[in-house]
């Protein structure tokens, strides 16, 4: 567990390009302790950091975003990363998303799965 000060700490460092270090300091978090940073801080790179995650932790932190920014990753992902991730997200989290998107958009989306 990460104190308060920690995450701050954290979250300055995550605003870098070097893809390395976000690796490096997203592996120091929880998929809800990073979730929250990233919900909160305007200045992390979150396609950056989705880039470096592990697909299960990617997963639970994705879970545990807000919906702007869950919208601004499903369209930054490839194909495949959309499809995987629209499949192995909880069946509440797909219906919540898919609520609230678009409804075209929805029916892009099924027609992957």
Not at 12 to 27: F, I, P, Y
Request: hydrophobic share 35%; glycine share 2%; proline share 4%.
């Amino acid at each position: 567990m990460v104190t308060a000060e920690e995450k701050t700490l954290l979250a300055e460092r995550m605003v870098t390009g070097n893809l390395h270090k976000l690796r490096h300091l997203s592996a120091m978090l929880t998929p809800e302790e990073l979730a929250e940073m990233i919900n909160t801080s305007k200045e992390i790179d979150h396609i950056k950091i989705f880039q470096v995650l592990e697909p299960e932790k990617a997963l639970k932190t994705f879970e545990n975003l807000d919906f702007e920014i869950q919208e601004e990753l499903l369209n930054s992902f490839s194909i495949d990363q959309l499809s995987d991730t629209l499949n192995k997200i909880s069946p509440d989290d797909r219906t919540g998303l898919f609520e609230k998107l678009p409804e075209e958009t929805t029916r892009k989306y099924l027609s992957l799965q």
